[in-house]
């Protein structure tokens, strides 16, 4: 998922489907191709923005996961568009779970830390977490207790929450509290989470 070649290919394919396309058939080796075609796209939703107002988002979640998990030929976070050429009605979102990511072009990064182009991610409120559990449509339904030991057991994470919530789906017919009892409490750290559900499947 990392590599530079497949993030682009997917966006540009994204973005056809969308009704901004470039050029003829993608080809999904050559980088040489993919950028400017990427930002051949990126100048169309700039004029798109103009004549509609309609903003476009491109999220990119999980970027603490190339360096930490993935060895990629050429990181895509090396090719992640300049600020200054991302145009006005177009904002591009990075999702990680650190600032500390060493193949950032220096102008990205800079960006980065500043304050202002931060938004961290609080923990769910208590009645945040109930409503979403509520909205799983679980069955049987978690009684006030077990909703409430959901909410101890995920922290109010929403990661962490919706691998409870999967994990009850995916268990119809089995017992709640047995369910909850083999759950791991998240303590901020969302890799002992993982390793636990690695555990699990082994």
Same mark, same amino acid.
């Given at each position: 998922? +990392? =590599?530079?070649?497949?993030?682009?290919?997917? %966006?540009?394919?994204?973005?056809?489907?969308?009704?901004?396309? %470039? +050029?003829? @058939?993608?080809?999904?080796?050559?980088?040489?191709?993919?950028?400017?075609?990427?930002? =051949?796209?990126?100048?169309?939703?700039? =004029? &798109?923005?103009?004549?509609? +107002?309609?903003? @476009?988002?491109?999220?990119? &979640? +999980?970027?603490?996961?190339?360096?930490?998990?993935?060895?990629?030929?050429? @990181?895509?976070?090396?090719d992640l568009p300049a600020p200054t050429s991302v145009p006005e009605g177009v904002y591009i979102v990075l999702g990680s779970q650190t600032d500390e990511l060493r193949d950032l072009p220096p102008q990205v990064r800079t960006q980065l830390r500043e304050p202002s182009r931060q938004l961290v991610m609080r923990h769910l409120p208590r009645a945040a977490v109930v409503s979403a559990v509520s909205a799983a449509g679980l069955s049987p339904e978690p009684n006030r207790g077990e909703l409430e030991r959901i909410f101890d057991l995920s922290?109010?994470?929403p990661l962490a929450l919706a691998y409870i919530i999967n994990q009850v789906r995916g268990s119809p017919g089995a017992n709640l509290g047995d369910l909850l009892d083999a759950v791991e409490p998240f303590n901020d750290r969302i890799d002992v989470q993982y390793e636990t559900h690695w555990l699990a499947i082994e």
């Open positions: 998922r +990392g =590599e530079a070649v497949n993030f682009l290919h997917d %966006v540009l394919l994204a973005l056809d489907r969308l009704g901004f396309q %470039v +050029g003829g @058939t993608l080809s999904r080796e050559d980088l040489n191709l993919l950028l400017p075609r990427f930002h =051949e796209q990126l100048r169309r939703l700039h =004029e &798109d923005y103009h004549q509609s +107002g309609r903003k @476009t988002i491109i999220v990119v &979640d +999980g970027l603490d996961h190339i360096a930490r998990e993935q060895s990629p030929q050429r @990181t895509l976070l090396k922290g109010g994470h």
